[in-house]
């Protein structure tokens, strides 16, 4: 069996290291520390907006806690993304809210505001309104922030930004990660920079952040004992793993680049290939192209062509499975368009790592050129 080629495995950059003998040697090994409060003024940094970062045990905990900070309770709603990954919605149910699913638009394959609208309004038509709106930037392409925001505006709706797929991304040369009310990133192994796990959250006030941590760490209240006035979680990213992300963060920069030049490398070589769509990059939209996808005319070329990379032990995944057409939210309203059926039907994401080594490329390219010479 040839070597397998993973969708996008962990690319560490040799710096991470350092900063973990660090957290042994002053023994630091405990769910706060240095590297935690390094990790977070790197994430703000590199932000540059004037943001404030909590560096959290996950993206699911990170969106979990915004919807907290939120308000979101039992009987609530929150309107959510369907052409997402099951994390973005999870934590909607946590709160004992309901999910409302809304379509994709085909520009970005993200929230179609006009689908946005028509959901909010028959909501509101029905007496209830929305506590939120959950937004993701998917396989790193930015959403249609302006559009989005002007919705969410004119009826007063807080957004919460995923941006677990889209560090590194841009929107009119601003960073995604900095468009919502709050904001949340993963480091999860298959993300852009990994900690092995973990996850932020981003807060445009520092009292937002404070809220944040305190939740994050059990919610002790002030006191020389243990107590307690709000029912708190266990959330907050081990001082080691801030090691790695320390680490990972020399290197993010480079990753983007990586990624996007495996993207340029599909989109050159497979060209002449009339059964196979890119997602293209708007004007002014800057993708970190996480994974690198495609369209295929039918279902039956996309599952043989998935089918023909496994048989060479190259893994490609089918796009996101919308939220929608999952059988643990069936139940959930949803406002569809039909856009994120057809691109679950038709599309596939490709190996996309930044490890990836010319000759792994080279060997993908084999293999899908010699599915359609067939
Ligand atoms: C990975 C991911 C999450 C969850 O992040 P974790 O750190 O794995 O909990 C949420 N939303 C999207 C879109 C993701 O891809």
């Known amino acids: 069996m040839k070597p397998k080629i993973w969708l996008s495995s962990p690319h560490m950059s040799g710096n991470e290291l350092p900063y973990i003998h660090e957290a042994f040697e002053s023994n630091w090994v405990a769910p706060l520390g240095p ?15 004037d943001r404030h970062v909590a560096a ?11 919807l907290i900070l939120l308000g979101v309770e039992n009987g609530d709603e929150v309107i959510c993304q369907s052409k997402t990954f099951s994390a973005s919605a999870n934590p909607i149910v946590y709160q004992g809210a309901t999910p409302i699913f809304v379509d994709s638009e085909r520009e970005t394959w993200n929230m179609c505001p006009v689908q946005l609208e028509i959901a909010i309004t028959d909501r509101l038509s029905k007496g209830i309104k929305p506590k939120a709106i959950i937004a993701v930037h998917l396989y790193g392409m930015p959403y249609k922030v302006d559009e989005i925001n002007a919705v969410a505006l004119k009826y007063d709706i807080p957004v919460i930004e995923d941006s677990a797929e889209s560090l590194g991304s841009l929107y009119k040369g601003q960073k995604c990660g900095t468009f919502g009310d709050f904001s949340i990133l993963s480091f999860n192994g298959n993300k852009i920079i990994t900690t092995s796990g973990g996850g932020a959250l981003v807060t445009k006030t520092l009292k937002q ?32 793993v801030a090691g790695i992300g320390r680490g990972q963060m020399t290197i993010l920069d480079s990753h983007v680049a990586r990624r996007r030049s495996n993207h340029e490398f599909y989109v050159n070589a497979l060209k002449n290939n009339d059964n196979i769509v890119f997602l293209q990059e708007p004007d ?11 369209l295929l005319n039918s279902k039956s070329t996309r599952e043989g062509l998935r089918l023909a990379l496994e048989k ?17 939210f069936k139940t959930a309203p949803s406002y569809l368009n039909g856009v994120s059926d057809e691109l679950f039907e038709k599309g596939l994401c ?21 599915y359609f010479s067939k």
């Open 35 to 49: 590297n935690v409060n390094s990790f977070e003024t790197d994430l703000q940094s590199y932000l540059e907006e």
């Open 312 to 328: 060479e032990n190259i893994e490609s995944r089918p796009l996101w499975k919308p939220m929608h057409q999952q059988p643990v």
């Open 209 to 240: 952040k404070e809220k944040a941590v305190f939740l994050a760490t059990q919610a002790r209240d002030d006191a020389p004992h243990y107590l307690h006035s709000h029912i708190g979680y266990n959330y907050r990213m081990s001082n080691i």
């Open 56 to 66: 959290l045990a996950s993206g699911t905990s990170a969106l979990h806690l915004s």
């Open 350 to 370: 490709l190996p996309s790592g930044s490890n990836l080594t010319d000759a792994e490329l080279d060997r993908v390219m084999t293999t899908i050129k010699t």
């Open 284 to 294: 002014g939209y800057f993708s970190n192209r996480w994974l690198s996808c495609i």
